[in-house]
């Protein structure tokens, strides 16, 4: 009955979250390559066309999918380095986050400021990221430091 054992359980579940995480990292990978050439040509083809007014709401579409192709492309930079390094680099995550507040902040449709809430809102957890980062690099940069002292 060794296969039931305590060490063999969780090496296998081990083993299956590392298939399951390179499955979800070539998946993505490939939705992040297919969204760039996509975004690509969309975007060449109105530019040639010039079909597209870039000032009455164009350039806020492109930037829209363009951060959210960056924010994916960090998404699947927190999948390696979990396979690498084997935990989830909660900086990577915090990062992220911020990524896509951001977005969400600079796509804002027009006459969203008036939703003093909704900037509330976006201002504190825009606060609150930014602190949770500086707290875990700071407490990184400090364990590191404390680490080559002795």
Request: aromatic share 10%.
């Given at each position: 009955?060794?296969?039931?054992?305590?060490?063999?359980?969780?090496?296998?579940?081990?083993?299956?979250?590392?298939?399951?995480?390179?499955?979800?990292?070539?998946?993505?990978?490939?939705?992040?390559g297919l969204a760039t050439v996509f975004l690509f040509l969309d975007t060449g083809a109105k530019v040639i066309s010039l079909q597209v007014n870039w000032f009455d709401g164009g350039l806020i579409k492109l930037l829209d999918r363009l951060l959210l192709i960056f924010i994916a492309l960090e998404v699947l930079q927190n999948i390696t380095a979990y396979l690498r390094d084997q935990v989830v680099q909660i900086e990577l995550v915090l990062l992220t986050a911020l990524t896509a507040v951001a977005r969400k902040v600079i796509v804002l449709p027009p006459g969203t400021d008036y939703k003093p809430q909704l900037m509330v809102g976006f201002g504190a957890i825009s606060v609150g990221l930014a602190v949770a980062y500086w707290l875990v690099r700071n407490a990184r940069t400090n364990g590191e430091q404390g680490e080559s002292s002795t």
């Open positions: 009955m060794d296969f039931l054992s305590d060490k063999r359980f969780l090496d296998g579940i081990h083993g299956y979250e590392r298939q399951l995480a390179k499955l979800l990292a070539l998946l993505l990978a490939a939705v992040v």
